[in-house]
């Protein structure tokens, strides 16, 4: 079956850290993939996202995700954190031969918290 | 440009009772998506609608439905409530059915 996997319910990182969210993917061949950034109380923005081409794909934010196709995984990275990046991080996978329709199929999710 | 536009921001119904959520895609995207996310999870796919038909349907009782306008923009309609449809019911829009989806801020149903 389809599935996204996120290992990490939480984060804690300092601000001006650096920062990895890992995810993995079940899938039966290249999907699309993305990921998605949720602030409290909000709808879902999109941070990047790989269709094909160059592995790495740079997002808004200072963000960058890695397509590992050996690993089935593409995480998220930022090389200094910021206060305002506290919120919840989704990877999601989306049409592919095996998924014909739009659905995205979600992970369950990181929250990350940023301290001082 | 306006992003997507969900109406109402909040509701709260009782057990039992019907409820309609409303949805208006982006200028220019014909395609609306509908998900359901409750506390703590990831959203789940409900339901997909591309040029006014049904292009998806996500694991879900038929209690819940939906339908496209010809201006594309959508209704999710959810019958016979319980108190487990309480969660954030989220609408995307993208230009066409396999195509990038951006979200709106979402509808936050409770359900008593």
């Known amino acids: 079956a389809q599935s996204v996997t996120q290992p990490d319910i939480h984060i804690t990182v300092s601000e001006g850290a650096s920062l990895e969210l890992r995810c993995n993917y079940s899938?039966?061949?290249?999907?699309?993939l993305f990921w998605y950034v949720q602030s409290p109380g909000q709808g879902l923005q999109l941070l990047l996202k790989y269709f094909s081409g160059d592995t790495l794909v740079q997002g808004i934010k200072g963000f960058e995700a890695e397509f590992k196709r050996s690993q089935s995984s593409f995480n998220l990275r930022k090389p200094s954190v910021h206060w305002s990046d506290a919120a919840e991080y989704f990877c999601a996978v989306g049409p592919s031969i095996y998924n014909q329709g739009g659905k995205l199929i979600f992970g369950q999710g990181t929250e990350l918290s940023v301290k001082p | 440009d306006a992003g997507v536009t969900q109406s109402p921001t909040h509701l709260i119904k009782t057990r039992g009772q019907q409820v309609t959520l409303r949805c208006s895609p982006i200028s220019g995207h014909k395609s609306v998506s509908w998900y359901q996310q409750v506390l703590g999870q990831g959203p789940q796919f409900i339901f997909q609608y591309y040029e006014k038909e049904e292009r998806g349907r996500g694991n879900f009782p038929d209690r819940f439905s939906a339908r496209q306008f010809p201006n594309y923009s959508s209704e999710l309609n959810v019958n016979a409530l319980l108190l487990g449809d309480s969660a954030l019911y989220l609408c995307?829009?993208?230009?066409?059915?396999?195509?990038?989806?951006?979200f709106g801020p979402g509808t936050r149903l409770l359900v008593l």
């Open positions: 899938y039966g061949a290249t999907p699309y």
């Open positions: 995307a829009s993208s230009r066409g059915q396999q195509e990038t989806q951006y």
